[in-house]
């Protein structure tokens, strides 16, 4: 019997003075994924606790659906040492950095209207078509300003694009908070956003653009967990910003020369589930057949809308380790040397 029923639930307690991390605390005494989130909050503390390089996948319209200040949070706290983005989240990101806006909408709309009057939808949040010309054109000036006959990773391009919006911006973001940081940014995808398709307009006007060494890219984050100590992840969605931290791991275990080690701590807050087959929904579990996860990784699946876990999870995180909160052994990077992690 103990070795299945360690102990009894604990019936949450409402109490009217609780902080957010009180309230999490607490809810490892319950069931399903209020229990997890509670773990979640759990796992991330140990990550931040111990000689670590966090990861963080960033996937989904996340900047839009307002979490854009949370990741800046993250990052300019270093409660996270490297993010992998998509690229549209990046863009999203430019765009408010600019001083321009997501508006709060409905999707019980005519889309066709909508598309008449230059208004783009994100389920219930819209978006200014015009505005986000504004934004190519930028990007496009940006590009203008680049070493065309120079082959950059999408780290160097968006490290570069960090500075630039740091002078120019309204705003702090994600960029901008990054460069400040030195906290790499890699987007495997970046062509797959209006980034990219910023950049073949500017192709298509002038002739050239901007060349991408995504194998280099790859070496990087690779490089980075190959030296590392010990890794820790946390995924929002899946898509290629999980998968492309998952394969770091594997391919850092050809660096070392060695079986796969995995990362050592895991939390991935998804809406998907694991039975269709796609890697958002794909469990940690999963990942331990083909080496991308520890054996003994502290680890959890949440199954929650990010937009709420995310605000409840990093406030509470925040409350528990308290404003004074240094980390120690904090990673830092050289990007000339082979494995980048210094």
């Known amino acids: ?15 009217s003075n609780s902080k957010v991390d009180d309230i999490l605390k607490r809810m490892e005494g319950i069931s399903f994924q209020g229990r997890n989130l509670s773990y979640a909050l759990s796992i991330w503390r140990q990550m931040l606790k111990k000689d670590n390089v966090i990861f963080f996948g960033l996937a989904g319209a996340m900047v839009p659906a307002g979490m854009r200040k949370i990741i800046s949070f993250l990052i300019k706290n270093r409660y996270i040492d490297c993010l992998v983005s ?3 989240n990046l863009y999203h990101d430019l765009h408010e950095t600019l001083g321009k806006y997501h508006w709060i909408g409905s999707a019980l709309v005519d889309d066709c209207d909508l598309q008449k009057k230059g208004i783009d939808r994100i389920y219930d949040t819209f978006a200014l078509e015009k505005e986000f010309r504004q934004d190519d054109s930028f990007i496009m000036r940006f590009v203008k300003t680049l070493d065309l006959g120079k082959t ?13 919006l740091c002078a120019v911006g309204k705003t702090e973001g994600i960029l901008t908070s990054a460069y400040k940081a030195k906290v790499p940014i890699f987007c495997p995808a970046l062509g797959d956003s209006s980034i990219g398709i910023s950049m073949v307009w500017y192709l298509a006007n002038q002739g050239k653009s901007p060349i991408f060494d995504i194998v ?7 490089g980075i967990a190959a030296k590392a100590k010990s890794t820790g992840v946390i995924y929002v969605g899946g898509g290629t910003p999980k998968n492309y931290i998952q394969q770091a791991e594997v391919i850092a275990a050809e660096f070392r020369k060695r079986r796969n ?18 890697l958002s929904g794909c469990t940690f579990n ?9 054996f003994k990784a502290l680890k959890v699946n949440l199954y929650a809308d990010a937009t709420i876990v995310l605000p409840i999870l990093v406030t509470a995180l925040c409350q528990n380790l308290g404003e004074s909160f240094k980390r120690r052994n904090l990673p830092s990077f050289d990007w000339k040397s082979k494995f980048a992690l210094i």
């Open 152 to 164: 950059y990773t999408t780290r160097e391009f968006l490290h570069i694009l960090g500075k630039k």
């Open 216 to 222: 280099r890219d790859a070496a990087e984050i690779s």
């Open 261 to 278: 080690i995995g990362h050592s701590y895991a939390i991935q807050i998804t809406a998907d589930v694991p039975h269709w087959g796609g």
């Open 286 to 294: 999963e990942a331990q057949s083909w080496g991308k996860i520890s």
């Open 86 to 88: 998509t690229g549209a």
């Open 1 to 15: 019997m103990k070795k299945y029923m360690h102990s009894p639930t604990r019936p949450f307690e409402v109490r």
